[in-house]
C-alpha cells in the first residue's frame, strides 16, 4: 500500500526556521498536502502543492517538492511559539488521503 | 474557526449504551468522510460518502454505523463500543475531486468506560 514518512520531532528555538521533511511513495500522486493539529482540534490545511510544480510559497510557509527522489518538505519562516503543533504530510490517493505519522514541532523560547 | 462542524465536543459512553456522533457543513463539499484518531497516530480512514452514498468502507466493525442523511450532514451511530474504540473522530469533506483537499472539523472526543 501507499506510505508516507517524516520524522516525528523536531525542536527550533523562535526566530529560527523549521524544515519538516517528508517522503512518500505513490508517483501518481497530483497533489501533496500539510496539514496543522494543535491540541485538542482538528487538522488544518496549511498548503499543499500539485506535483508539476517543484515550490510554493504562502507567506512564511515554502514548500519544496523534489519529484525524483519523491521528497516533500515544509519551511517555516521566522517560527513562533505559535506554531508548536504536529504537521502532517499527506498524499491523495484514489479516494483516500494517505497521511504521514506526523512531526511533531517544538518551539522553544 | 473551522466549516465543518461536529458535535458533541466531548462523549463519555458506556458499553451498553447508544449513541451518535453529528457533523455538518456547507460548503457544497460532495464528499465526507469519518477519521479516527488515537493519540500520537495519524488519521484512520473509516467511511466515504460520495454524493451521499457509501463509496468506502475501511473493514469498520458493525458497532460503528455511518449515515448520510444528505449531502450537508454526516452522522455516526456507535452501539455496543468497547474501551480500544476511544478515540478522537474526525469528520472530514471535500469536493470529491482529484485535486480538492480534505477540511475537517475538530472532532469529537469518545472515551467508552
Known amino acids: 500500500g501507499e506510505d508516507v514518512e517524516q520524522s516525528l520531532f523536531l525542536s527550533v528555538r523562535e526566530g529560527d526556521s523549521s524544515v519538516i521533511n517528508c517522503t512518500y511513495t505513490d508517483s501518481s500522486s497530483t497533489y501533496l498536502y500539510w496539514y496543522k493539529q494543535e491540541p485538542g482540534a482538528g487538522l488544518q490545511l496549511l498548503t499543499y502543492i500539485f506535483s508539476n510544480m517543484d515550490m510554493k510559497q504562502d507567506q512564511r510557509l515554502t514548500v519544496l517538492l523534489n519529484k525524483k527522489d519523491k521528497h516533500l518538505s515544509l519551511r517555516i519562516a521566522d517560527t513562533q511559539t505559535g506554531d508548536s503543533a504536529i504537521y502532517f504530510c499527506a498524499e491523495h490517493y484514489g479516494q483516500n488521503f494517505v497521511f504521514g505519522p506526523g512531526t511533531r514541532l517544538s518551539v522553544l523560547p | 474557526d473551522t466549516e465543518v462542524t461536529q458535535t458533541p465536543k466531548h462523549l463519555v459512553m458506556g458499553m451498553t449504551n447508544k449513541k451518535s456522533l453529528k457533523c455538518e457543513q456547507h460548503m457544497g463539499h460532495r464528499a465526507m468522510y469519518w477519521y479516527k484518531q488515537k493519540a500520537k497516530k495519524p488519521p484512520e480512514l473509516m467511511f466515504v460518502?460520495?454524493?451521499?452514498?457509501?463509496?468506502i468502507n475501511e473493514s469498520v466493525p458493525s458497532r460503528f454505523s455511518p449515515e448520510c442523511p444528505n449531502s450537508s450532514l454526516l452522522n455516526l451511530h456507535l452501539h455496543a463500543l468497547q474501551p480500544e474504540d476511544s478515540a478522537l473522530y474526525l469528520c472530514?469533506?471535500?469536493?470529491?475531486?482529484?485535486?480538492?483537499?480534505?477540511?475537517f472539523g475538530n472532532g469529537t472526543r469518545l472515551t467508552v468506560t
Open positions: 460518502y460520495s454524493y451521499e452514498k457509501l463509496s
Open positions: 472530514a469533506s471535500s469536493q470529491d475531486r482529484r485535486n480538492s483537499p480534505l477540511h
